[in-house]
């Protein structure tokens, strides 16, 4: 006789020790025979929901079975549409759209920031080749867009105008250890352009020195503090300054 006062082996909802033991054994029998005759711990139900399966839409997407049989891009347009005639209409007109049963699509060509050559699938075609590009891009733009100011530039152009300078500064003439700077020539806080009209690559001293003077305000201030000139006049002759527009002084 156990403590709760029944005769039996345990009794089921007991709380006392011994039948709390006895209970735990049992449920441990059942399951070492539970997994004997199963072969394993999943039953066919969850199998079938670790199946993977093509969408109902017809897409080609392959989903889990325990989502119903749409992907998420078909369930939401279902969502939207509501009508499953509509639906399936618009998956229709979606797949004529791409000409490819792929939900999918490769883009192959050059990034628009730093201009290497890439490859990358998608729901939409890609235009930078990785995340960090596309957030300087983006940073660029919002920077000139905070000044009012015209124009874009991207980082291959940055890079075409340093390698026409033999990797020097456009204004001290020395060279460049690692990446250049990006000077705008008239700053975008006096009204200067954001294009590759208004950049020149400068080392970091440089940049940092000039602020946001005009170049015959950065020479008298250079003077004033005991400093060496920089060149801030060129020639419209020289092929390395022909993307400067008007605003900036030249030579005769």
């Given at each position: 006789?156990s ?51 093509p ?5 080609g ?16 347009a ?48 890609a ?7 596309s ?10 867009r ?11 152009e940055?890079m ?53 003077l ?39």
């Open positions: 006789m403590e709760c006062g029944t005769t039996s082996a345990y009794r089921r909802g007991c709380r006392c020790d011994e039948c709390r033991k006895a209970n735990a054994e049992a449920q441990r029998k059942y399951q070492r025979s539970y997994k004997a005759s199963h072969g394993g711990w999943y039953t066919k139900r969850y199998k079938r929901r670790a199946e993977r399966i969408c109902d839409s017809g897409c997407a392959m989903v889990l079975a325990s989502r119903g049989g749409a992907c998420r891009a078909c369930h939401s279902k969502r939207t549409y509501g009508n499953k005639r509509h639906y399936l209409a618009q998956v229709k007109l979606d797949k004529a759209a791409r000409g490819t049963s792929s939900r999918f699509v490769w883009t192959q060509g050059p990034c628009r920031w730093c201009g290497t050559s890439f490859m990358a699938r998608g729901s939409r075609p235009q930078y080749c990785s995340d960090s590009c957030r300087k891009a983006k940073a660029v733009a919002r920077r000139g905070e000044f009012s100011a015209t124009g874009t530039y991207t980082w291959s940055v075409r105008l340093f390698l026409a300078f033999d990797r020097c500064c456009a204004y001290c003439e020395q060279p460049v250890i690692g990446q250049p700077d990006p000077d705008h020539v008239v700053p975008l806080s006096r009204r200067g352009a954001n294009s590759i009209t208004n950049i020149l690559p400068s080392c970091r001293a440089c940049n940092s020195d000039k602020r946001d005009l170049l015959a305000e950065w020479n008298a201030d250079r003077a004033r503090r005991g400093k060496p000139p920089v060149r801030t006049s060129w020639s419209f002759n020289d092929p390395r300054f022909r993307h400067l527009t008007s605003m900036v002084p030249v030579a005769a």
